[in-house]
């Protein structure tokens, strides 16, 4: 079956400018979700408005001389964010003078700003944030714990589903994430009429720069994403919280994950369990592996991206990506509360 959606290295596909390509490289090798994400365009620069569906149609039965009541489901506008980040790289004459090959010396300084600007993003996609131009992230869109008698009538608006895995050591609590990404899903956003598809890089003529009396010779190389985060089912994310990863508790939070990701599993729509990923941060694999030991292996990924993934591991019956950008320390997780 056809989405109308494109990873971010496919969007770069055709656009005849290498340096996008190597800096989408760069992104979707350094990150996890984002190399994972489907995108999509906005339906502005800065802004993704539509409406999503948040409950079903009801039905009756009737008598055989009884007729029927028309009904439909109901839909809410939403209204999502793009933000732009930002970076620059600077290159100096005279550290491409002493260098056997100056231009790749540069381009190994900006790659460093690359990493660090695709790592940006992916925090934020999962935590959002306040600063100017940061777009809302999954985690602030779970506005309480679900039990789940919440979970039973689906035909009511659902909230987004957080499974509590009862831990209580503050400074060692992590959660984790069951994502689905494209149609009807979870989406990344690029801006509309942007020709580079969100991302643009600009790369400055070498000019005199004067500080403090001294002048020298300085090339800037500006980098620029456009991006933003659209959920349009409130089942296209679920959420474990509530992991102690702490080795005195492992007995007891580990079974308890065991049992959480089968019924998180069980509680995704039928047409999305082929499409979940499932993320987490280190200490929750290195306290399955520690509790479970051979249960915990390497995934080699066979016909698909990414081959031999690194980090990522399958325990049980499920693979786990490794989010480097995911939190330890579930004291630091922005908290719930608002609804998108």
């Known amino acids: 079956m056809a989405y109308e959606y494109m990873t971010l290295a496919e969007l770069t596909k055709g656009l005849g400018k290498p340096d996008i390509t190597n800096v989408v490289d760069e992104i979707t090798r350094t990150t996890t979700m984002l190399s994972d994400a489907s995108f999509t365009e906005a339906t502005g620069m800065l802004e993704h408005m539509g409406l999503r569906k948040t409950s079903l149609p009801t039905n009756e039965w009737v008598a055989i001389d009884q007729g029927g009541k028309s009904s439909k489901g109901h839909k809410e506008l939403f209204n999502d964010n793009l933000g732009m980040i930002e970076s620059w790289a600077t290159a100096r004459q005279k550290e491409g003078m002493i260098a056997p090959n100056p231009e790749a010396a540069y381009a190994e300084d900006e790659r460093d700003h690359v990493t660090s600007m695709a790592l940006d993003v992916e925090s934020c996609l999962i935590y959002g944030g306040a600063k100017p131009g ?9 506005n309480k714990i679900t039990e789940a008698a919440d979970l039973a009538n689906i035909r009511s608006k659902p909230q987004f589903i957080t499974l509590d895995n009862g831990g209580e050591t503050d400074e060692a609590m992590s959660s984790i994430l069951m994502v689905i990404w494209g149609a009807g899903a979870t989406n990344m956003l690029y801006p509309r009429y942007a020709a580079n598809k969100g991302i643009q890089i600009t790369k400055g003529q070498w000019q005199v720069i004067e500080e403090g009396g001294e002048k020298f010779f300085q090339r800037d190389t500006q980098f620029l994403m456009s991006t933003g985060l659209s959920l349009m089912n ?3 994310a679920l959420r474990i919280a509530n992991i102690d990863t702490s080795d005195a508790n492992l007995a007891t939070s580990m079974p308890k994950l065991k049992k959480n ?6 509680l995704l729509p039928q047409q999305f369990k082929s499409r979940v990923r499932i993320y987490a941060p280190g200490s929750v694999l290195a306290g399955l592996n520690d509790y479970y030991a051979g249960l915990v292996q390497p995934v080699t990924y066979q016909g698909a991206i990414p081959v031999n993934a690194i980090g990522d591991v399958r325990f049980d019956r499920f693979v786990l990506r490794q989010c480097d950008s995911m939190l330890d320390a579930g004291e630091d997780v922005v908290d719930g509360g608002v609804q998108a």
Do not use: C, N
């Not at 940061?134 to 779970?142: A, N, S, T, V, Y």
């Not at 990701?261 to 069980?266: D, G, P, R």
């Open 134 to 142: 940061q777009f809302k992230g999954i985690m602030p869109r779970f």
């Open 234 to 236: 409130r089942f296209a």
């Open 261 to 266: 990701l089968f019924k998180a599993f069980t």
